[in-house]
């Protein structure tokens, strides 16, 4: 079965800081990666995602993300973040055709004024 | 033009008691979910149906019991809450695509279910 870790519990940032949440799973087929952000008191909304092609994925707000396969990760980035992006992140992976998605135990990000 | 909703959002009640929670979406996909994530965050599926047929179930007690009386909705029952019950459960959809892999899911904005 497949497991996702993301290592970082918990990141606390200064305004117009660089930022980089570790994300590796455990599983040696064909994998579909994804990151959700979910803010204070709201339901998860999809960041981005990687199926397959171009390993570095850009999606909304700024956020991109790369998959290296020899590293079994999907690391998230932002260069200059903003208070609002203060959130939990949470990295997924699906395998296959499977339609059951692994949640990593997420990070809470906290980004001061 | 809510895409996933879920009714209730809040739900506060006493052990031992039967409740339901309800979920409806309207982006036509096949495929549903439902999600418990506990007080420290953690997200884990539970059930997933696709057209109306149950596909994931995983190790969920049975007093858990979920309802697709169509592809648009899926239903979830509790019998005899317990404390442990207590979370933030979500429901989720998503689209098949041609290749035959699950696309991105989409959630509803969960619901709180508070046991005393």
């Known amino acids: 079965a497949q497991s996702v870790s993301q290592h970082n519990h918990h990141v606390i940032l200064s305004e117009a800081a660089s930022l980089e949440l570790g994300c590796n799973y455990s599983?040696?087929?064909?994998?579909?990666l994804f990151w959700y952000v979910q803010y204070p008191g709201q339901h998860l909304q999809l960041l981005l995602k990687?199926?397959?092609?171009?390993?570095l994925v850009k999606g909304i707000k700024g956020f991109e993300a790369e998959f290296i396969k020899s590293k079994f990760s999907f690391n998230l980035r932002k260069p200059s973040v903003q208070w609002s992006d203060t959130a939990e992140y949470f990295c997924?992976?699906?395998?296959?055709?499977?339609?059951?998605?692994?949640f990593g135990t997420g990070t809470r990000l906290q980004v001061t004024l | 033009d809510t895409a996933v909703s879920q009714t209730p959002k809040y739900l506060v009640t006493q052990m031992g008691n039967d409740k339901s929670i309800k979920c409806e979406q309207n982006?036509?996909?096949?495929?549903m979910y439902w999600y418990k994530q506990d007080s420290k965050k953690f997200l884990k599926i539970m059930f997933s149906?696709?057209?109306?047929?149950?596909?994931i179930n995983e190790t969920v007690p049975n007093r858990f019991s979920p309802k697709s009386p169509d592809k648009a909705h899926l239903n979830l029952h509790i019998n005899s809450l317990e404390l442990g019950d207590s979370a933030v459960y979500f429901c989720?959809?998503?689209?098949?695509?041609?290749?035959?892999?699950?696309?991105?899911?989409?959630f509803g904005p969960g619901t709180r279910l508070t046991v005393l």
């Open positions: 149906y696709n057209n109306k047929e149950l596909i």
């Open positions: 989720a959809s998503s689209p098949l695509m041609t290749s035959g892999r699950f696309n991105e899911q989409f």
């Open positions: 982006l036509g996909h096949d495929t």
């Open positions: 599983y040696g087929g064909t994998v579909n």
């Open positions: 990687y199926f397959s092609g171009d390993p």
């Open positions: 997924a992976v699906s395998t296959g055709t499977a339609s059951k998605l692994t």
